[in-house]
Protein backbone atom coordinates (compact mmCIF):
# COMPACT_ATOMS: atom_id res chain seq x y z
CA UNK A 1 0.00 0.00 0.00
CA UNK A 2 2.82 2.41 0.77
CA UNK A 3 4.85 1.22 -2.39
CA UNK A 4 1.32 2.05 -4.29
CA UNK A 5 0.78 5.77 -2.88
CA UNK A 6 4.95 6.61 -3.15
CA UNK A 7 4.42 5.69 -7.04
CA UNK A 8 1.16 8.38 -6.99
CA UNK A 9 3.20 10.85 -5.83
CA UNK A 10 6.28 10.27 -7.89
CA UNK A 11 4.26 10.55 -10.76
CA UNK A 12 2.16 13.62 -9.78
CA UNK A 13 5.72 15.63 -9.21
CA UNK A 14 6.65 14.37 -12.64
CA UNK A 15 3.63 15.72 -13.45
CA UNK A 16 4.18 18.92 -12.18
CA UNK A 17 7.25 19.16 -15.25
CA UNK A 18 4.45 19.13 -18.01
CA UNK A 19 2.52 22.90 -17.90
CA UNK A 20 6.25 24.50 -17.79
CA UNK A 21 7.53 22.61 -20.97
CA UNK A 22 4.36 22.87 -22.48
CA UNK A 23 4.72 26.66 -22.10
CA UNK A 24 8.53 26.59 -23.14
CA UNK A 25 7.97 24.49 -26.41
CA UNK A 26 6.94 27.71 -28.90
CA UNK A 27 4.55 25.07 -31.21
CA UNK A 28 0.68 25.47 -31.17
CA UNK A 29 -0.86 23.07 -28.34
CA UNK A 30 -2.44 20.87 -31.01
CA UNK A 31 1.04 20.13 -33.03
CA UNK A 32 2.52 19.64 -29.55
CA UNK A 33 0.17 17.13 -28.51
CA UNK A 34 0.69 15.20 -32.15
CA UNK A 35 4.97 15.54 -31.90
CA UNK A 36 4.24 14.12 -28.30
CA UNK A 37 2.02 11.37 -29.23
CA UNK A 38 4.32 10.51 -32.49
CA UNK A 39 7.43 9.98 -30.78
CA UNK A 40 6.15 8.18 -27.40
CA UNK A 41 4.31 5.67 -30.08
CA UNK A 42 7.90 5.16 -31.74
CA UNK A 43 10.07 5.04 -28.83
CA UNK A 44 7.30 2.78 -27.00
CA UNK A 45 6.85 0.59 -30.49
CA UNK A 46 10.88 0.08 -30.49
CA UNK A 47 11.43 -0.62 -26.54
CA UNK A 48 8.76 -3.52 -26.68
CA UNK A 49 10.15 -5.21 -29.91
CA UNK A 50 13.39 -5.08 -28.84
CA UNK A 51 12.69 -6.61 -25.52
CA UNK A 52 10.45 -9.21 -27.29
CA UNK A 53 7.58 -7.97 -24.99
CA UNK A 54 4.99 -6.75 -28.09
CA UNK A 55 1.54 -8.12 -27.38
CA UNK A 56 -0.71 -8.62 -30.22
CA UNK A 57 -4.50 -8.26 -29.35
CA UNK A 58 -7.49 -8.28 -31.79
CA UNK A 59 -8.96 -5.54 -32.70
CA UNK A 60 -11.50 -4.75 -30.92
CA UNK A 61 -9.00 -4.67 -28.02
CA UNK A 62 -6.66 -2.41 -30.11
CA UNK A 63 -9.82 0.01 -30.12
CA UNK A 64 -10.94 0.00 -26.65
CA UNK A 65 -6.85 1.37 -26.14
CA UNK A 66 -6.70 3.57 -28.61
CA UNK A 67 -10.54 5.04 -27.65
CA UNK A 68 -8.91 5.53 -24.13
CA UNK A 69 -5.43 6.98 -25.62
CA UNK A 70 -7.79 9.73 -27.77
CA UNK A 71 -9.57 11.03 -24.52
CA UNK A 72 -6.06 11.48 -23.07
CA UNK A 73 -4.78 13.13 -26.46
CA UNK A 74 -7.85 15.81 -26.45
CA UNK A 75 -7.55 16.86 -22.47
CA UNK A 76 -3.18 17.53 -23.91
CA UNK A 77 -4.92 19.68 -25.94
CA UNK A 78 -6.70 21.55 -23.75
CA UNK A 79 -4.63 21.40 -21.28
CA UNK A 80 -1.77 23.55 -23.31
CA UNK A 81 -3.85 25.36 -25.61
CA UNK A 82 -5.34 26.73 -21.52
CA UNK A 83 -2.02 27.25 -20.93
CA UNK A 84 -0.54 29.08 -24.13
CA UNK A 85 -4.23 31.09 -23.48
CA UNK A 86 -3.30 32.22 -20.07
CA UNK A 87 -0.35 31.21 -18.72
CA UNK A 88 1.22 27.87 -16.36
CA UNK A 89 -0.39 28.93 -12.95
CA UNK A 90 -3.96 29.20 -14.88
CA UNK A 91 -3.68 26.02 -16.36
CA UNK A 92 -2.23 23.68 -13.97
CA UNK A 93 -4.71 24.91 -11.17
CA UNK A 94 -7.97 24.53 -13.35
CA UNK A 95 -6.15 21.03 -13.72
CA UNK A 96 -7.26 20.69 -9.77
CA UNK A 97 -10.99 20.35 -10.61
CA UNK A 98 -10.34 16.75 -11.87
CA UNK A 99 -11.52 15.75 -8.80
CA UNK A 100 -15.22 17.22 -9.22
CA UNK A 101 -15.29 15.75 -12.02
CA UNK A 102 -14.72 12.32 -11.36
CA UNK A 103 -16.90 12.63 -8.59
CA UNK A 104 -19.72 13.48 -10.86
CA UNK A 105 -18.68 10.79 -13.96
CA UNK A 106 -17.21 7.78 -12.18
CA UNK A 107 -20.51 7.11 -10.25
CA UNK A 108 -22.50 7.43 -13.60
CA UNK A 109 -20.12 5.28 -15.32
CA UNK A 110 -19.39 2.86 -12.89
CA UNK A 111 -22.82 2.49 -11.60
CA UNK A 112 -22.59 2.86 -8.33
CA UNK A 113 -24.00 5.51 -5.29
CA UNK A 114 -22.60 9.24 -5.46
CA UNK A 115 -20.20 9.67 -2.84
CA UNK A 116 -21.32 13.17 -0.05
CA UNK A 117 -17.68 12.83 0.85
CA UNK A 118 -15.88 12.87 -2.41
CA UNK A 119 -17.87 16.20 -3.04
CA UNK A 120 -17.31 17.43 -0.10
CA UNK A 121 -13.16 17.12 -0.84
CA UNK A 122 -13.87 18.58 -4.24
CA UNK A 123 -15.72 21.74 -3.35
CA UNK A 124 -12.48 22.54 -1.26
CA UNK A 125 -10.71 21.82 -4.23
CA UNK A 126 -13.03 24.66 -5.76
CA UNK A 127 -12.81 26.91 -3.39
CA UNK A 128 -9.33 27.07 -3.47
CA UNK A 129 -9.48 27.23 -7.45
CA UNK A 130 -11.37 30.75 -6.39
CA UNK A 131 -9.29 31.93 -4.32
CA UNK A 132 -6.37 31.92 -6.17
CA UNK A 133 -7.71 33.71 -9.30
CA UNK A 134 -11.34 34.94 -8.68
CA UNK A 135 -12.16 33.91 -12.38
CA UNK A 136 -9.69 37.08 -13.52
CA UNK A 137 -11.77 38.43 -16.49
CA UNK A 138 -8.16 38.23 -18.33
CA UNK A 139 -8.02 35.06 -17.73
CA UNK A 140 -11.59 33.53 -18.81
CA UNK A 141 -10.22 31.57 -21.83
CA UNK A 142 -7.57 30.01 -20.20
CA UNK A 143 -10.17 29.03 -17.41
CA UNK A 144 -12.68 27.96 -20.14
CA UNK A 145 -9.97 25.77 -21.64
CA UNK A 146 -8.77 24.29 -18.66
CA UNK A 147 -12.09 23.43 -17.23
CA UNK A 148 -12.52 21.36 -20.64
CA UNK A 149 -9.16 19.90 -20.12
CA UNK A 150 -10.03 18.46 -16.48
CA UNK A 151 -13.45 17.01 -17.49
CA UNK A 152 -11.13 15.39 -20.16
CA UNK A 153 -8.71 13.86 -17.87
CA UNK A 154 -11.34 12.77 -15.47
CA UNK A 155 -12.69 11.02 -18.28
CA UNK A 156 -9.49 9.38 -19.44
CA UNK A 157 -8.95 8.41 -15.79
CA UNK A 158 -11.98 6.03 -15.43
CA UNK A 159 -11.71 4.99 -18.57
CA UNK A 160 -7.77 3.99 -18.25
CA UNK A 161 -8.97 2.18 -15.16
CA UNK A 162 -11.68 0.21 -16.74
CA UNK A 163 -9.79 -0.86 -19.79
CA UNK A 164 -6.38 -1.45 -17.79
CA UNK A 165 -7.22 -4.11 -15.67
CA UNK A 166 -6.93 -6.44 -18.92
CA UNK A 167 -3.86 -5.65 -20.60
CA UNK A 168 -0.19 -5.04 -20.01
CA UNK A 169 0.47 -1.79 -19.10
CA UNK A 170 3.27 -0.88 -21.30
CA UNK A 171 1.63 -2.50 -24.04
CA UNK A 172 -1.46 -0.78 -23.42
CA UNK A 173 0.40 2.94 -23.49
CA UNK A 174 1.79 2.01 -26.90
CA UNK A 175 -1.70 1.60 -28.21
CA UNK A 176 -2.86 4.62 -26.09
CA UNK A 177 -0.26 6.45 -28.19
CA UNK A 178 -1.04 5.17 -31.48
CA UNK A 179 -4.90 5.78 -30.88
CA UNK A 180 -4.16 9.47 -30.12
CA UNK A 181 -1.93 10.07 -32.74
CA UNK A 182 -4.36 8.59 -35.28
CA UNK A 183 -7.56 10.64 -33.76
CA UNK A 184 -5.72 13.47 -33.67
CA UNK A 185 -4.04 13.70 -36.83
CA UNK A 186 -7.43 12.93 -38.75
CA UNK A 187 -8.70 16.11 -36.68
CA UNK A 188 -5.92 18.63 -36.97
CA UNK A 189 -7.33 19.73 -40.60
CA UNK A 190 -10.86 20.63 -38.81
CA UNK A 191 -8.76 22.03 -35.89
CA UNK A 192 -6.72 24.29 -38.52
CA UNK A 193 -9.77 25.77 -39.91
CA UNK A 194 -11.12 27.59 -36.61
CA UNK A 195 -7.09 27.70 -35.11
CA UNK A 196 -4.24 28.61 -37.43
CA UNK A 197 -1.48 25.89 -36.43
CA UNK A 198 1.32 27.96 -37.57
CA UNK A 199 4.79 25.87 -37.43
CA UNK A 200 4.27 22.40 -37.86
CA UNK A 201 7.72 21.57 -36.84
CA UNK A 202 9.92 21.90 -33.82
CA UNK A 203 12.88 24.15 -33.81
CA UNK A 204 15.69 25.08 -31.51
CA UNK A 205 15.38 24.52 -27.56
CA UNK A 206 11.79 22.81 -28.69
CA UNK A 207 13.36 19.86 -29.35
CA UNK A 208 15.29 18.95 -26.02
CA UNK A 209 12.29 20.15 -24.15
CA UNK A 210 10.29 17.90 -26.29
CA UNK A 211 12.56 14.80 -25.76
CA UNK A 212 12.14 15.31 -21.74
CA UNK A 213 8.30 15.60 -22.21
CA UNK A 214 8.27 12.44 -24.05
CA UNK A 215 11.04 9.56 -22.37
CA UNK A 216 9.91 11.23 -18.57
CA UNK A 217 6.45 13.43 -18.93
CA UNK A 218 5.15 10.72 -21.04
CA UNK A 219 6.14 7.32 -20.84
CA UNK A 220 7.16 7.51 -17.69
CA UNK A 221 4.62 9.31 -16.71
CA UNK A 222 1.75 7.22 -18.01
CA UNK A 223 3.21 4.43 -16.94
CA UNK A 224 3.43 5.38 -13.20
CA UNK A 225 -0.52 6.47 -14.14
CA UNK A 226 -1.63 2.88 -15.42
CA UNK A 227 0.29 0.62 -12.65
CA UNK A 228 -1.21 3.50 -9.86
CA UNK A 229 -4.75 2.96 -11.13
CA UNK A 230 -5.05 -0.31 -11.21
CA UNK A 231 -4.55 -0.45 -7.37
CA UNK A 232 -5.54 2.72 -6.05
CA UNK A 233 -8.98 4.23 -6.95
CA UNK A 234 -9.13 6.91 -9.70
CA UNK A 235 -11.12 9.28 -7.96
CA UNK A 236 -7.96 9.08 -4.78
CA UNK A 237 -5.40 9.11 -8.02
CA UNK A 238 -7.21 12.10 -9.61
CA UNK A 239 -7.79 14.46 -6.42
CA UNK A 240 -3.63 13.76 -5.47
CA UNK A 241 -3.51 15.05 -8.39
CA UNK A 242 -4.32 18.51 -7.42
CA UNK A 243 -0.98 18.64 -6.17
CA UNK A 244 0.30 19.06 -9.38
CA UNK A 245 -0.28 22.88 -9.45
CA UNK A 246 2.30 23.56 -6.20
CA UNK A 247 5.28 21.60 -8.22
CA UNK A 248 4.01 23.54 -11.59
CA UNK A 249 3.73 26.75 -10.05
CA UNK A 250 6.88 26.61 -7.86
CA UNK A 251 8.72 25.96 -11.06
CA UNK A 252 7.10 29.05 -13.35
CA UNK A 253 7.88 31.05 -10.33
CA UNK A 254 11.29 31.18 -11.17
CA UNK A 255 10.87 30.69 -14.94
CA UNK A 256 8.42 32.68 -15.78
CA UNK A 257 8.37 35.17 -12.93
CA UNK A 258 4.69 34.09 -12.20
CA UNK A 259 5.16 35.28 -8.54
CA UNK A 260 3.94 38.30 -9.57
CA UNK A 261 0.23 36.67 -9.21
CA UNK A 262 0.59 35.33 -6.13
CA UNK A 263 -1.18 37.23 -3.07
CA UNK A 264 -3.04 35.99 0.30
CA UNK A 265 -5.88 34.67 -1.57
CA UNK A 266 -3.49 32.74 -3.78
CA UNK A 267 -1.79 30.91 -0.28
CA UNK A 268 -5.24 30.40 1.09
CA UNK A 269 -6.54 28.50 -2.19
CA UNK A 270 -3.09 26.65 -2.66
CA UNK A 271 -3.76 25.46 1.10
CA UNK A 272 -7.27 24.02 0.69
CA UNK A 273 -6.14 22.14 -2.66
CA UNK A 274 -3.49 20.44 -0.17
CA UNK A 275 -5.88 19.83 2.68
CA UNK A 276 -8.66 18.69 0.15
CA UNK A 277 -5.50 16.19 -1.28
CA UNK A 278 -4.45 15.30 2.49
CA UNK A 279 -7.91 14.61 4.08
CA UNK A 280 -8.77 12.33 0.85
CA UNK A 281 -5.42 10.29 1.33
CA UNK A 282 -6.10 9.72 5.00
CA UNK A 283 -9.62 8.73 4.82
CA UNK A 284 -8.51 6.10 2.11
CA UNK A 285 -5.87 4.29 3.45
CA UNK A 286 -8.30 4.35 6.96
CA UNK A 287 -11.03 3.02 4.78
CA UNK A 288 -8.73 -0.02 3.55
CA UNK A 289 -7.17 -0.29 6.79
CA UNK A 290 -10.89 -1.49 7.99
CA UNK A 291 -11.81 -3.17 5.07
CA UNK A 292 -8.59 -5.62 6.01
Known amino acids: MKKDYLLLHLSVFIAGFTGVLGRLITLDSAILVWWRMAAAA ?63 FEPIINKHRFSGREFLFSLLTILGIYLIFQFDARYRLGIALGVVSSALYALFAIANQRVGKHYEAKNMLLWEMVGGLIGLTCLIPLYNIFIPVGRLYPVGLDYPYLAFMVVVCTIGLCLLQIIVLQKIPAFTVNLTYNLEPVYSIILSMFIFS ?22 QTWSEIRRRKIKA
Open 42 to 104: LLMWAFLAIRKDLNRYHFKDILQMGGVGMLLCLHWVFFYASIKASNVSIGVVCFSLVGFFTAL
Open 258 to 279: EYKELNFSFCIGIALIIISVVL
